[in-house]
């Protein structure tokens, strides 16, 4: 039998546990906001939100998972993304994660820097989210062409950027402003 104590978990490791889990969670419900409306709620992208506040209040391995996991478990409790566009978005949203995480530990707590970190990150994860696409078209012997990339990551999410660029900063700076840790 094997003596050896077992480590408890840290209360940083509960925190971002926690964080990660609330996160996902919010990922599943803030969809059925604007899912009534199925363009508003693709174009608001509201499963973005939780994810990159996860990026901002957790280290990069706890954002990259919940990123990455958010599209495929919504998609496989309720169909919603499709395939297979939830892996593409799987991908992305595993990016945004990455990238806000890493940024913002990297980067001064300056208001402009959040805005910064946001940016990259948006950036970053269509540029990913385009890729993604791209190969498993390939893989299913269709096409992504560029037209359809621009029309996916920029053109019809221009309601979601701006959501994401107002709610975003706003949302990490009230949560600093409450004494909420960043890990």
């Known amino acids: 039998m094997d003596t050896t104590p077992q ?3 840290t209360r940083k490791q ?5 964080t990660s889990a609330v ?5 599943m419900v803030l969809p059925f906001v604007t899912g009534h409306i199925p363009q508003i709620g693709k174009a608001l992208s509201p499963m973005h939100i939780p994810v990159f506040l996860c990026g901002f209040l957790c280290e990069w391995p706890y954002a990259v998972l919940t990123g990455f996991v958010a599209p ?5 409790l309720f169909n919603m993304p499709a395939m297979p566009g939830a892996l593409a978005m799987a991908f992305e949203l595993a990016t945004y994660g990455l990238v806000a995480s890493i940024l ?11 805005y910064v970190t946001l940016l990259c990150g948006m950036v970053a994860g269509r540029l990913v989210w385009g890729a993604a696409r791209f190969v498993l078209a390939g893989l299913s012997g269709s096409t992504f062409p560029f037209s ?3 029309a996916g ?3 019809n999410a221009i309601p ?5 660029i107002v709610l975003i900063p706003a949302l990490v700076l009230a949560l600093k402003r409450a004494g909420v840790r960043v890990s």
């Open 7 to 9: 480590h408890p978990m």
């Open 14 to 18: 509960i925190r971002q546990l926690t």
């Open 23 to 27: 996160s996902l969670a919010l990922c």
């Open 72 to 76: 495929l478990l919504r998609n496989l």
């Open 104 to 114: 913002y530990r990297k980067f001064p707590k300056t208001t402009p820097f959040i």
């Open 148 to 150: 359809a990339f621009l």
């Open 153 to 155: 990551a920029v053109t």
């Open 160 to 164: 979601g950027i701006i959501l994401h």
